[in-house]
């Protein structure tokens, strides 16, 4: 474990120099969603977050997919992969037990830029890495001034969007001046803290600091091909009901 510890340190130091784009602030994020069979997904998820720029991701994701960008990096990642989920049966053979590692499950990365006006999905769709663009003007707001929630000890104002066909109530905090939050979300006077719609569909900030670690770029974008959101989600959908 010390050793994997040190790793990731050693990860994350060399993902800081080969970029200079630098987050006021980092927000964890439990998000859910309803999975297969309506069983319920739970996952954490990082933003970090400047008054310009932002970018939404899971650390686990973000650490093999900086190792895995280069030779080395991958043979390391694999090395840990082994060492930690390639166990021995009682019966005398050895077999994957994924669970045992830390191993990629989200490919979810967003990746808003306001100077360009435009945000960038990352993700995988019908089992294919791809990417879109859409402009950040897309996303309209209502704002309910005499709601409130408090989230983190902070109090929120509640807005509304109908936004891709689902109804979304979001909590901001006019304390925290940045027009970000998690997943897609944007364009409040405040950080995004905490939004749900009908369906089961949430996500809620766990924990808020400040921080100066590096905002990097994409690493192996050559390797995500470009398509639309109609699109990517026409192709995942077929995907699915063709597999079930």
Not at 9 to 32: H, N
Not at 37 to 58: C, D, G, I, Q, V
Not at 189 to 196: N, R, V, Y
Request: charged letters at 25%.
């Amino acid at each position: 474990m010390r050793y994997l510890i040190a790793t990731i340190t050693i990860c994350f130091m060399a993902i800081a120099a080969g970029a200079q784009e630098k987050a006021d602030i980092l927000v964890s994020y439990e998000c859910k969603q309803p999975g297969l069979e309506r069983a319920e997904l739970t996952r954490n998820m990082t933003l970090l977050a400047n008054s310009t720029k932002s970018k939404y991701f899971n650390d686990i994701s973000l650490w093999t997919d900086s190792l895995c960008s280069t030779p080395e990096g991958k043979a390391k990642h694999d090395e840990i992969i082994r060492a930690n989920c390639l166990v021995m049966h009682p019966e005398g053979y050895e077999y994957w037990d994924l669970t045992k590692g830390i191993v990629k499950k989200i490919y979810t990365y967003v990746f808003n830029d306001l100077p360009s006006g435009q945000q960038t999905i990352y993700d995988e769709w019908a089992e294919e890495p791809c990417c879109y663009t859409e402009p950040l003007e897309e996303q309209i707001w209502e704002i309910a001034a005499d709601s409130t929630a408090t989230v983190l000890g902070y109090e929120c104002l509640m807005a509304k969007s109908d936004y891709h066909g689902r109804q979304w109530t979001a909590w901001f905090a006019t304390d925290i001046p940045l027009s970000f939050g998690p997943w897609k979300f944007r364009g409040l006077p405040g950080l995004i803290l905490k939004a749900e719609a009908d369906g089961g569909f949430s996500f809620v900030a766990t924990g808020l600091e400040k921080t100066d670690r590096i905002m990097t770029p994409m690493y192996s974008k050559e390797d995500y091909s470009k398509t639309s959101r109609m699109k990517a989600q026409e192709e995942h959908e077929y995907y699915i009901t063709s597999v079930s």
